[in-house]
């Protein structure tokens, strides 16, 4: 079995990004699973075609794109992408879509294919704070999670793909007061009883159903 895990470049100023930072830091291989690790450019339509080319090239079996939500205290899985550009800011090639729809014929929204509440359980039996979200906000992680099931839906319907946002690291908060952050160490920690959880669930039905531990 194979998963592709893509973590994005640094954006908004920043020097590192904790997504990429971690995803590099993960093992070749987990539980005689081969992991591919790609990293992406923060910048909307780019980030896809490159994610797009990675799995054609390698035909993975799953999916996880990884990203930065600063301001959150856990390692939170998504449950849903929805057909919206909307950024706050400029991506890293200095466009900002406003409202936008990501494909215009595509569904208002998608529901992943991991088991999220599994992983939250697993992340949380390593010791580490969880919880599922039901916002992957409306800028390049939101993108990327729903470009993906597009591609998906239309071209790979043996593929499995969800997303998982991590918070900040200690030297991005430093001047950032009151806000949240996770060690390197942990955060890599989580992944990878994230991606020990997919593993586990591989083949299962309902994943959504998959509790482990409630959350």
Sequence with gaps: MKILVTGFDPFEGEKINPSIEAVKRLPDLIEN??????????????CSEIVEEAIIKHRPDYVLNVGQAGGRAC???ERIAINLNDGRIPDNA???????KIQPDGPAAYF????????????????????????????????IFYQVQYLRE????NLKA??????????????????????????????KA???AIIEYDGKEDIQAITGKEC
């Design 33 to 46: 699973t081969t992991l591919i690790k790609l990293e992406i450019p923060t910048v909307f339509n780019k």
């Design 75 to 77: 390692l939170t899985p």
């Design 94 to 100: 200095g466009y900002q879509p406003l409202g936008e």
């Design 112 to 143: 992943t294919q991991l088991p999220i509440k599994a992983e939250v359980a697993a992340i949380r039996e390593a010791g580490l704070p969880a919880e599922v979200s039901n916002t992957a906000g409306t800028y390049v992680c939101n993108h």
């Design 154 to 157: 239309r071209n790979f319907p």
């Design 162 to 191: 969800g997303f998982i946002h991590i918070p900040y690291l200690p030297q991005q908060v430093v001047n950032k007061p009151g806000l949240a952050s996770m060690s390197l160490e942990d955060i890599v920690k989580g992944l």
């Design 194 to 196: 994230t991606l020990k």
